[in-house]
């Protein structure tokens, strides 16, 4: 393994821990630490971003057009995935919510699931 992508591995990682670190934090009443975990998760989504930055350079993606399609792809995105992290926090924080929090979190799942085929298309298999 090449230095270059040691150094990206261990900043992945650590990125990874620390904004997985600062969920748990903010959905787990019992830590009382919800402050503390909102900080903790912009750190680790920070360092996560940079780390994507710096791979981007270092292989040298440049970036495409963009057009209408793509930013509904990436809306639509985000709104999936604000629903499947709607459904968590019903099921982990809210209490009386959890079969209602499944149900949203389900939901979610669905509709992130749906972004695969908006993204790669339909394929029909040879036979």
């Known amino acids: 393994m090449e230095k270059k992508n040691f ?3 261990i900043l992945g990682v650590v990125g990874g821990l620390i ?5 748990c934090m903010c959905l787990l009443p019992e830590w ?7 900080g903790f998760g912009i750190v680790g989504a920070i360092l996560l971003l940079i780390t994507l930055l710096v ?3 270092k292989i040298g993606w440049k970036p495409g057009k963009i057009n209408f399609k793509l ?10 995935s604000l629903v499947f992290g709607l ?13 209602p929090g499944i149900v949203v979190g ?3 799942i669905v509709l992130l699931l749906f972004l695969i085929p908006m993204c790669f ?3 029909e298999s040879d036979k």
């Open 71 to 80: 930013v509904g792809k990436i809306v639509y995105g985000v709104v999936a």
């Open 121 to 123: 298309g339909w394929k």
């Open 55 to 57: 791979y981007l350079k």
């Open 87 to 99: 459904g968590m926090c019903m099921t982990l924080v809210f209490e009386g919510l959890m079969i």
């Open 32 to 38: 009382g630490a919800f402050e503390i975990g909102v």
């Open 19 to 23: 904004f997985s670190l600062g969920m």
């Open 7 to 9: 150094v990206m591995l």
């Open 106 to 108: 389900v939901v979610g």
